[in-house]
């Protein structure tokens, strides 16, 4: 099966900075690529889609890029509320692994 | 209203063998994909096993298979999770999912009930 892998697994960053977080798969996935955000005691919420398709409501400071292998999720100004863990999910054909996730709080 | 219902979570022992239910509404069941995933308390989420809207093609993490099956029931708009040689390191909450890749509604993709407490001990 095809693994997802995220770095780093947890990262604190000041209000205001550019973040990037990557998610690697060990074989080519094309675009077929999701990120999640899960909140504190919160069910996780979609991010994007097909790589780099912001889903409809998402704060314009969120993106997404990478194709075949390697992906990153970026928050381009971070605020407060993007505390939480991130995590990447593959969803081309059979099993639809997700990353082991990113914390992610504020310095 | 596009809902899942979780149902049948409970206490076992190692060894022993429990059945999952999701009630799904709202949406045309059969038409969808489904999965499902797990969360231990405290610790990241693990896709488990998804399904065909059809019923006939079910596919497993590696962590579960050849002790987990997945089924639906399309004519109750059922999904199910037979777990069976339950390791303590089963012990989750087990949500159904709906995997809207196919159809293009995204907004399903949020959809989640609050899941099914499994605890293995």
């Known amino acids: 099966d095809i693994q997802m892998t995220q770095s780093p697994s947890s990262l604190s960053a000041s209000v205001g900075d550019r973040v990037t977080i990557t998610c690697r798969a060990s074989q080519d996935i094309s675009n077929f690529l999701a990120w999640y955000q899960q909140k504190p005691g919160k069910l996780p919420e979609l991010l994007i889609y097909a790589a780099s398709t912001l889903q409809s409501g998402v704060p314009s400071r969120f993106s997404g890029s990478g194709s075949g292998t390697d992906f990153t999720l970026t928050i381009s100004s971070l605020q407060p509320e993007d505390i939480a863990t991130y995590y990447c999910q593959k969803y081309d054909s059979g099993p639809k692994t997700f990353g082991q996730g990113t914390k992610l709080q504020i310095k | 209203e596009v809902q899942l219902l979780e149902s049948g979570g409970n206490l076992r022992r190692p060894g022993g063998s429990l059945t999952l239910s999701c009630a799904a509404s709202?949406?045309?069941?059969?038409?969808?994909?489904m999965s499902w995933v797990r969360q231990p308390l405290g610790k990241g989420l693990e896709w488990v096993a998804g399904i065909s809207g059809s019923g006939d093609l079910p596919y497993y993490a590696d962590s579960v298979k050849g002790r987990f099956t997945i089924s639906r029931d399309n004519s109750r708009n059922t999904l199910f999770l037979e777990m069976n040689s339950l390791r303590r390191d089963d012990t989750a909450r087990y949500h159904c999912v709906i995997d809207p890749w196919i159809q293009g509604n995204l907004a399903l993709a949020n959809v989640w009930g609050q899941g099914a407490p499994v605890a293995v001990s």
């Open positions: 709202g949406f045309p069941f059969r038409t969808y994909a």
